[in-house]
C-alpha cells in the first residue's frame, strides 16, 4: 500500500469534483502528528490559479476528502492548510494485510518493471579502489537490491577500467619493475606500485615514455603476446578485488571493463564521423557542442552548447578514450541486454563527463533511458578522505575494513552488549561492515560527508549499529516468550497512541522503498528504518507485549513481528546485515 499516492488521489479527485480542475493535492507527511498525519497545501497555489479565498478552498477539500474511508477527520488550519487524521481502522486494517504478506512485507511491485544496468564500483585497475570507488560500491549495491526487490530486472555490472592509455605504462612498467609471478592476492597494491614507478621514470625518460607509448599501440592493435600479458594482468587484479567485494558481500552479474569493447571503439569512431556529429581537429576525432548546436539547436542541451573544450573521441595517437568505451558500452548494453535504462554510480565530478556522453547517446537515437547518480566527496576533518596515510603509506580499503571491526569490537564491549562469546567476532564483522555502509548510505548522496568513526559505531543515533540493535531486541522479545514470530498473523488493532504512530511508520514503509527508487536515494530508506527503530523504542516503553492478554497481546506480538521483518529487509535492501542477538 503506497499511502501517499493514495492519498494524493483522493485529494486530486475532490479537487477535480469541487473545482472542476485538475490540480495535485500537494501532499506532505506532517512532522508533528498533533497537527495529523499528513497535509494537503493545495489550497494556496488553488487560491492564486482560481482567484479565490484559500480557506475556503481549504475548507471545500476538507469536506470532501473527509468522505473517504482511510481519512477519519479533515481539517481547516492556518491560511488553508488541510490537517488530515488518517482512520485508525483503516490504519490497522492495512497494517494487518502487511503482516500476513510476508514475501513483500506489504510493499507493492513496480507497475511496469524495466531491464535496467547498473553500472558501479568500476575501478581502474592500475590503481587501488580509492575511496570514491567504495562510496559507488556501496550507493551502486544499495540501488540495485531495491530497484531488483521492486520488480525490476536488474543487471549489475562491474566496468572496470581496465583499457587505456595509462597501460602502456603499465606494460612497460611490468617488464622494468614487476613480474607476472609477482602479482598476488594484493596484485592492485603491487599493480599501483609499477604504475607510479613507470610514471616517474617516463617523465623523465623521453625513450621510456616512447615505449610506452608503442606497447599500447601494440595492445591495441589486438598483438597476441601483448594481449596475454594484459588479460593476466587483469585475472590477478580481479582476484584482489574479489576479495574485498566478497568481504563486503557484493556481487556483480557481469564484469564488462572497458576491454571489453576494445573491439568495437573504431566503429564507433566510424559512425560518429560518417552522422557529422564529431570531426577531425588537429589529428584528433572530437565532437564540437557549439558547432552541433548551430546545427541541430535544441537537441543539443543548452549549456553544453556553450562548452568551448571539445569531446574528445580518438587522440591524435590513435588511441581511445573513456568516451569512446561508453558510446560502445551503451550500444551493447542497448543490442544484448535490451536495456530500458543504465544508470551510472559514479562520482558527481565525473559529470560533464555523462552530461556530453548522454547528449551523444541522444543524437545517435539509441533508445535507453541514461541516468548519472553522482555522489559527494568524503571528508576527514576537513579535508577529502585520501586512501594514503601523510606518509604515503597506501590505506587499502580490506584495512579500513579491518578497523571498522575492530573498532566494532571495542565498543561492543564497552556497551556491554549481550553476545555468547563465541558469536562476538561474527557480530564484530557484521556491525564493522554494516556501520561503514550505513555511514555512506544514510547521508543525502549528493553531499559530501564526514567520515567520524565514533559517530558511525554508535548504539545510538542514527546510526548502523543502533539499528542492528533495534532489530536484535525485537528477536529477543520472541525469543523470550518461546513464540515462533513466524506464526504471528494479527490481527492488528489500535489502542494507545504510540501503537498507532507504530502502525503509521510501519505502513509508511512502501513510499519511503519506491520514493528511494524513482530518485536513486537510498538515504530514503535509512531515514524510515531510523524513524522506525525510534518508534518501536516508544511503542516498547508505552506498551507491554508479552505481559499484555487475548487480542491486544496478538496485536502488539504482530507490530512486533513487522517492524522485525521490516529492519531486517530494509538493512537488506542497503547490504547490511543483521544478527539475532546484541
Ligand atoms: N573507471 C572509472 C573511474 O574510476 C569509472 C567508470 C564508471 N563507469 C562508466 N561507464 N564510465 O573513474
Not at 479565498?53 to 491560511?79: F, K, M, Q, W, Y
Not at 551493447?332 to 560533464?352: G, I, N
Request: overall charge negative; some cysteine.
Amino acid at each position: 500500500m503506497l499511502i501517499e499516492s493514495y492519498l494524493e488521489q483522493v485529494g486530486r479527485a475532490a479537487i477535480e469534483a469541487a473545482f472542476d480542475v485538475d490540480h495535485p493535492a500537494v501532499l506532505r507527511p506532517t512532522q508533528d502528528r498533533k497537527h495529523g498525519d499528513y497535509q494537503m497545501n493545495a489550497a494556496m497555489p488553488l487560491a492564486k490559479k482560481l482567484g479565490k479565498n484559500p480557506r475556503e478552498l481549504g475548507t471545500a477539500i476538507a469536506e470532501r476528502v473527509a468522505e473517504d474511508a482511510a481519512i477519519a477527520s479533515a481539517e481547516v488550519a492556518g491560511p488553508g492548510f488541510v490537517n488530515i487524521r488518517l482512520d485508525e481502522t483503516w490504519l490497522a486494517e492495512h497494517v494487518s494485510a502487511a503482516v500476513e504478506d510476508a514475501a513483500r512485507d506489504g510493499v507493492p511491485p513496480v507497475g511496469s518493471p524495466e531491464t535496467i544496468v547498473v553500472d558501479f564500483s568500476s575501478p581502474n585497475i592500475a590503481k587501488q579502489m580509492h575511496v570514491g570507488h567504495l562510496r559507488s560500491t556501496i550507493i551502486g549495491d544499495a540501488i540495485v537490491r531495491t530497484l531488483r526487490f521492486v520488480g525490476h530486472k536488474v543487471i549489475g555490472d562491474n566496468h572496470l577500467g581496465d583499457w587505456g592509455t595509462q597501460y602502456g605504462l603499465l606494460l612497460v612498467g611490468m617488464r622494468e619493475f614487476g613480474t607476472v609471478e609477482a602479482l598476488d592476492a594484493d596484485s592492485i597494491v603491487e599493480l599501483e606500485r609499477i604504475y607510479k614507478l613507470a610514471s616517474e621514470r617516463a617523465g623523465k625518460d623521453e625513450a621510456f615514455a616512447a615505449d610506452a607509448r608503442a606497447e599500447l599501440a601494440k595492445l591495441q592493435a589486438g598483438d597476441e603476446e601483448r594481449l596475454e600479458l594484459w588479460k593476466q594482468l587483469v585475472a590477478a587484479s580481479r582476484t584482489s578485488l574479489e576479495r574485498v567485494y566478497e568481504r563486503l558481500d557484493i556481487r556483480f552479474d557481469e564484469w564488462l571493463g572497458e576491454s571489453a569493447y576494445h573491439e568495437a571503439l573504431p566503429g564507433v569512431v566510424e559512425l560518429l564521423l560518417q552522422k557529422g556529429f564529431a570531426r577531425e581537429d588537429d589529428g584528433a576525432i572530437c565532437v564540437f557542442w557549439g558547432e552541433l548546436a548551430d546545427k541541430y539547436g535544441d537537441a543539443i542541451p543548452k549549456d553544453l552548447a556553450k562548452q568551448k573544450q571539445p569531446f574528445i573521441i580518438r587522440k591524435r595517437d590513435g588511441a581511445f578514450l573513456y568516451s569512446t568505451s561508453d558510446i560502445a558500452t551503451v550500444q551493447y548494453r542497448k543490442s544484448h541486454f535490451h536495456a530500458d535504462r543504465s544508470v551510472y554510480v559514479v562520482d558527481a565530478r565525473q559529470s560533464l563527463h555523462f552530461k556530453q556522453f548522454f547528449a551523444l547517446a541522444d543524437l545517435l537515437e539509441i533508445d535507453i533511458a541514461l541516468q548519472h547518480v553522482g555522489f559527494g566527496v568524503v571528508m576527514r576533518g576537513g579535508k577529502p578522505l585520501k586512501t594514503r596515510d601523510t606518509s604515503g603509506q597506501v590505506i587499502t580499503l580490506a584495512s579500513l575494513l579491518d578497523e571498522a571491526i575492530s573498532r566494532a569490537r571495542a565498543r561492543m564491549d564497552e556497551e556491554g552488549i549481550d553476545v555468547p562469546e563465541e558469536d562476538l567476532a561474527e557480530v564484530a564483522r557484521v556491525v564493522g561492515i554494516g556501520a561503514i555502509k550505513y555511514a555512506d548510505l544514510s547521508q543525502n548522496r549528493s553531499s559530501d560527508y564526514e567520515f567520524d568513526w565514533d559517530k558511525m559505531i554508535s548504539f545510538k543515533g542514527n546510526a548502523g549499529p543502533y539499528l542492528q540493535y533495534a532489530y536484535a531486541r525485537t528477536r529477543a522479545i520472541f525469543r523470550k516468550g518461546e513464540i515462533d514470530a513466524e506464526q504471528i498473523a494479527g490481527p492488528v488493532i489500535i489502542g494507545e497512541p504510540a501503537e498507532g504512530a507504530l502502525a503509521l511508520r510501519l505502513l509508511r514503509f512502501s513510499d519511503a522503498v519506491h520514493s528511494a527508487v524513482k530518485t536513486h536515494h537510498p538515504h530514503l530508506i535509512a531515514d524510515h528504518l531510523y524513524a522506525l527503530a525510534r518508534a518501536f523504542s516508544s511503542f516498547y516503553e508505552a506498551c507491554p507485549v508479552l505481559k499484555a492478554e487475548g487480542e491486544v497481546r496478538v496485536s502488539r506480538l504482530a507490530l512486533v513481528a513487522l517492524t522485525a521483518r521490516q529492519l531486517r529487509r530494509g538493512l537488506g535492501l542497503l547490504g547490511i546485515e543483521t544478527v539475532e542477538r546484541m
